[in-house]
């Protein structure tokens, strides 16, 4: 008889004051119900809690926010705002979710399936000629249709998850 080791759930509930840059390599649910300061990404879910206060910018899968942030927040698949949320700053879901009460002051940009050379740069924080360095050496997953070159987003997640990605 085969026992399956169940893979435990990482939880990680931050009710504290913190400043800094964390990075999530593997999936969490990440809740933060104090205040943070800096820089944060994460795999997995991050829930931003009804009393806390965020001044970071942000890059997670699933974001959903209860408390006030100010900053720029990437979420890769979903960025839910709910009514008690306070939001300032640009915000680049996949899919947005926003309760009624929520307030958002800032630009929205869903994020497409694909992406254009101009929208990869801003996607990944990097200048354009990166971009185009790296796709023309075939260091970069795209496709060329034409002059143009195309991005497959779930890819360049993966090959940004893989660390080949040179800053």
Do not use: H
Not at 3 to 19: I, T
Not at 23 to 45: A, S, W
């Amino acid at each position: 008889m085969a026992f399956r080791k169940k893979l435990e759930e990482k939880v990680l509930d931050v009710d504290a004051a913190m400043q800094g840059s964390m990075i999530f390599r593997d999936p969490v649910n990440l809740r933060i119900n104090g205040k943070f300061e800096g820089t944060l990404e994460t795999k997995g879910n991050l829930t931003i809690g009804q009393n806390a206060v965020v001044l970071a910018d942000i890059i997670g899968d699933n974001i959903v926010i209860g408390g006030k942030v100010k900053g720029r927040i990437t979420a890769r698949e979903s960025l839910t705002l709910l009514p008690t949320a306070v939001t300032e700053g640009d915000i680049y879901p996949a899919k947005l979710n926003v309760a009624e009460g929520a307030i958002l002051e800032g630009r929205c940009s869903m994020l497409q399936d694909f992406l254009n050379s101009e929208e990869l740069a801003r996607y990944l924080e990097v200048d354009m000629n990166s971009v185009m360095e790296w796709a023309n050496s075939g260091k970069l997953p795209a496709n060329k249709e034409g002059n143009n070159w195309k991005f497959e987003r779930k890819a360049i997640d993966q090959w940004v998850a893989s660390g080949k990605i040179e800053r």
